[in-house]
């Protein structure tokens, strides 16, 4: 079961490719946990049923540092009790991530702070526990990671305001990183961040296309040679 389990994002599918191959299933695990609490959302009708399905998941992952609690069988949680067996990731580490998407059904739409709060508590974490598993550090990869949350939400939300706050605070963090000089060890999370400077410049108006050959052949430029 578990091996059924893919990435349905296919420029996280690309990114995850310029990972070693050692430490990928780890971070595709990682990206899979922000995948389904990100679709949970999507798909609540009821914030209340969305909120408690996230719950479920922010205790199952908490459970995942007591030797003593019993595992609920589900192929994804299974996969992220390996991730936390073999790298520094701890169960509450990846429980983090509920607060980010679950402040999202807190109210008929986000609001300015609850926009904020999406990208703390969903990208920087995601990033910084990204790179842990990659085993390379670079100046401004939580930066770039709750500005790639931003960025991403920024294409989500039906309020243009919402939106345009989104892609604006995005573009601002992004502007003056770095992200060439990071190692090459943290390619994924550099095409990730190069394609989000993009989308956080297009008008409010405008949607990305993701998969595009364009943004494909962009990340693969990066992946290659890192800018």
């Keep these: 079961m578990a091996e059924a389990l893919r990435l349905a994002d296919p420029e996280r599918q690309l990114a995850l490719a310029y990972a070693r191959g050692d430490v990928r299933p780890a ?20 914030p209340m049923i969305g ?17 003593d609690a019993t595992i609920p069988a589900e192929p994804l949680l299974a996969r992220l009790a390996d991730l936390c067996a073999s790298h520094d990731v701890s ?3 990846l429980a983090r991530l509920e607060e980010g998407w679950s402040v999202l059904l807190e109210g008929e739409s986000p609001d300015d702070a609850a926009i904020m709060t999406h990208g703390r508590c969903r990208g920087a974490p995601l990033f910084t526990m990204s790179a842990a598993i990659l ?9 770039a990671g709750e500005a790639w949350a931003l960025t991403d939400l920024g294409h989500r939300l039906r309020s243009a ?13 992004l502007s003056g990183l770095g992200i060439g000089r990071w ?6 999370l550099g095409i990730l961040a190069v394609l989000a400077r993009r989308d956080a410049e297009l008008p409010v108006e405008q949607q990305r296309r993701q998969g595009s050959p364009a943004r494909i052949l962009r990340a693969m430029a990066f992946g290659v040679i890192g800018r």
Excluded: H
């Design 183 to 188: 190692p090459r060890a943290l390619r994924p």
């Design 135 to 143: 085993g390379a550090t670079g100046d401004g990869v939580e930066a």
């Design 161 to 173: 305001p919402g939106r345009f706050l989104a892609r604006a605070d995005a573009a601002k963090r």
């Design 51 to 67: 909120q408690m399905r996230l719950i479920w998941w922010r205790d199952a992952l908490m459970a995942l540092d007591d030797s």
């Design 91 to 93: 169960g509450a580490d």
């Design 27 to 46: 971070i595709e695990s990682l990206w899979l946990l922000d995948e389904r609490m990100g679709a949970i959302v999507a798909a609540a009708r009821e």
